[in-house]
């Protein structure tokens, strides 16, 4: 029968990490254990994003314990859908895959994994002064990025066109992709004009540009935009198929950005790629500040579908006290390096 044990290990930013949701300096962490019948064990990552996911820490934690108890006594499938739980479904998705594969955190064999090939990404700009965002935009053009995507929604929008117009100084739209991310910050009546102030800056896409829940609004915005919108907190909490469709075709965006730690595991990423698909919206992948952990699964999953579109992957890297991983950000790319094993010791295994 297997086991479950949960590890709760708090991630620490190497540098304050700015939304429109506020400033991030730590954010928690807990990671799934499984262990099988011949001692085979697998890990997973429950994802979990302040002022986004659903809940409280102090919640999700007590309902990260109740599983895992459940699990152990035999009470409930470790595959058992969860959607109410999206981020502890994901966690047991990776984790039993992990333990079926003998715990060797190689969960889809690929040229990725035999580190062949790399995935393209886009540079994260995180909100700041101006002296920090440019620190950090000259930072991912040095460093080969060909995909910037910056939030905003933060600072007035002058100081943000004035960051966009050094850029496009610097780097024409044949050089230099430009994504951006507001993370539900602005009003809707403000967002088209807004939208026809950026225009110019040729933006390939604005995540999120008004909060969730507000269908017609976003409906609206998404008929014929200056800037082409994605949608993205828009998705977490949708979880039947149908719900899935209807929101697209209700909505009708351009893209959707599929973060499987907070939309309940790659099976339920799967179902938004299938829907999006048969309504003719684009997407691409994102992970959502997980650690090396639900990273290394995220990367693995999304190099096997085959897409040549840069990706919103981290490259682990945001926090101190990350958990060392064979994961590498080189150029533009994340790569796996199998010459850099892992390192589990920090959680006690």
């Known amino acids: 029968m297997v086991q479950a044990r949960y590890?709760?290990?708090?991630?620490?930013?190497?540098?304050p990490a700015g939304t429109s949701r506020g400033v991030l300096h730590r954010k928690e962490c807990w990671f799934i254990v499984l262990t099988g019948d011949e001692g085979q064990t697998g890990i997973g990552e429950v994802s979990f994003v302040p002022g986004l996911s659903?809940?409280?820490?102090?919640?999700?934690?007590?309902?990260?314990?109740?599983?895992c108890k459940l699990i152990s006594r035999g009470?409930?499938?470790?595959?058992q859908s969860l959607p109410s739980l999206p981020g502890i479904r994901f966690a047991l998705e990776v984790a039993s895959r992990d333990m079926e594969r003998g715990g060797t955190r190689i969960l889809y064999p690929s040229a990725f994994t035999e580190g062949l090939a790399g995935i393209p990404t886009n540079g994260l700009i995180w909100m700041g002064d101006r002296e920090t965002?440019?620190?950090?935009?000259?930072?991912?053009?040095?460093?080969?990025?060909?995909?910037?995507?910056?939030?905003?929604?933060?600072?007035?929008?002058?100081?943000?066109?004035?960051?966009?117009?050094?850029?496009?100084?610097?780097?024409?739209?044949?050089?230099?992709?430009?994504?951006?991310d507001a993370n539900g910050a602005w009003r809707p009546e403000e967002v088209p004009g807004l939208m026809q102030k950026l225009a110019p800056f040729a933006i390939h896409s604005i995540e999120q540009p008004i909060a969730a829940g507000q269908y017609d609004a976003?409906?609206?915005l998404c008929t014929?935009?200056?800037?082409?919108?994605?949608?993205?907190?828009?998705?977490?909490?949708?979880?039947?198929?149908?719900?899935?469709?209807?929101?697209?075709q209700r909505i009708r965006p351009q893209y959707?950005?599929?973060?499987?730690?907070?939309?309940?595991?790659?099976?339920?990423?799967?179902?938004?790629?299938?829907?999006?698909g048969e309504e003719g919206v684009a997407w691409w992948i994102t992970s959502a500040l997980e650690s090396n952990i639900g990273l290394n699964a995220i990367a693995q999953w999304t190099f096997q579908l085959g897409t040549s579109m840069p990706q919103g992957l981290g490259t682990g890297q945001l926090y101190r006290n990350n958990i060392p991983s064979p994961l590498r950000s080189e150029g533009d790319s994340v790569w796996y390096r199998k010459e850099h094993?892992?390192?589990l010791q920090s959680l006690n295994l």
């Open 256 to 276: 959707i950005v599929l973060k499987p730690g907070l939309l309940g595991g790659m099976s339920a990423t799967s179902d938004w790629i299938l829907a999006s």
């Open 341 to 343: 094993p892992w390192d």
């Open 218 to 220: 976003m409906a609206e």
């Open 75 to 79: 009470e409930m499938d470790p595959g």
């Open 54 to 67: 659903a809940g409280d820490p102090g919640d999700l934690e007590i309902r990260i314990d109740h599983v």
């Open 224 to 248: 014929g935009p200056a800037i082409p919108i994605a949608l993205d907190e828009e998705l977490v909490g949708v979880h039947a198929g149908d719900q899935r469709r209807e929101l697209l």
């Open 7 to 15: 590890i709760r290990y708090p991630l620490h930013f190497n540098r």
């Open 133 to 180: 965002m440019v620190e950090q935009i000259r930072e991912k053009l040095e460093g080969g990025f060909r995909v910037l995507k910056m939030k905003v929604g933060h600072q007035e929008l002058a100081e943000e066109m004035r960051l966009l117009g050094w850029i496009r100084e610097e780097y024409g739209s044949s050089d230099l992709e430009i994504r951006l």
